[in-house]
């Protein structure tokens, strides 16, 4: 007689996580005070994918600064950086945008005249005002415009005004990404599209059961978070949570980055009972 032995299928759980707001603290841009439990994660075997509005430049840097060797989606979705690092059989970087010239292009042909007169382009503007709106140091402030993909505006309009500006975004096969302190046209991309095309490739090549943690605080994130297994709100005082409708959404009582933690521990107790 032949006895079959069915082994349980192992868990590769993988984190998906916008960073200002969500990891990293609004004001400061750090996570010092979890970053000893951000690190355990890790050495658990669980992998963390900032997916951020950060350009290739900032995430790169945040990489070297915690010494980490983590991939990462940058530009709101536009482009994925070493998934490589996940199996070697992976591409070190996929582009899932157009370039920035073209966006441009697009921009300077499509809006009329009257709505470009609303709209600011922040790398236009003085230092002055840049780093105010950015609020970063200027060594970071620099690798915060090395803009690839997305072109990051203020829109001095009304509501109306706006509306109709991102409409003739959308009708041309573009986007307009809005996240804490800035808006950002972008290709046809965004975070949740950028998360599902990193999962499609890592499923190609890993045997496991993957299982998806989705950590946002803002209205850019939403799309993504709603795609994973448990998806996460870490306090945004400044955005509307209870206007959001996802089912089994955690949320946390504390801003970045104590709530980051609090959402990853709840989620992870739930998979592990």
Known sequence: MI?????????????????????????????????DYFKELISKGIKIIPNSSKTESELTDFNEQYKLNLTFISENGSSIHGLNLINKDLPDK???SRPVDQIISIYNEIIPNDLKQKINFILKLNV????KIFGLPQDKMILAKNRN?????QFKGNEIEKNEFVKIINDVGLTVQTGGRIMNICDNVNKSKAMLKTLQLISKVLDDEIITIGVGDNENDIEMIKQA?????VRNENFNSSLINIDNLIKS??????????????AIQKIET
């Open 3 to 35: 006895i079959f032995t069915l082994m349980k299928q192992k868990k590769q759980i993988i984190i998906f996580t916008d960073l200002d707001g969500s990891l990293l603290d609004k004001e400061t841009f750090k996570f010092d005070e979890i970053k």
């Open 94 to 96: 996929i582009s899932l």
């Open 128 to 131: 002055k005002e840049q780093k």
């Open 149 to 153: 993909y997305s072109l990051p505006i």
């Open 229 to 233: 297994h448990y998806p996460c709100l």
């Open 253 to 266: 009582t504390d801003p970045s980055p104590k709530g980051w933690a609090d959402v990853i521990k709840t």
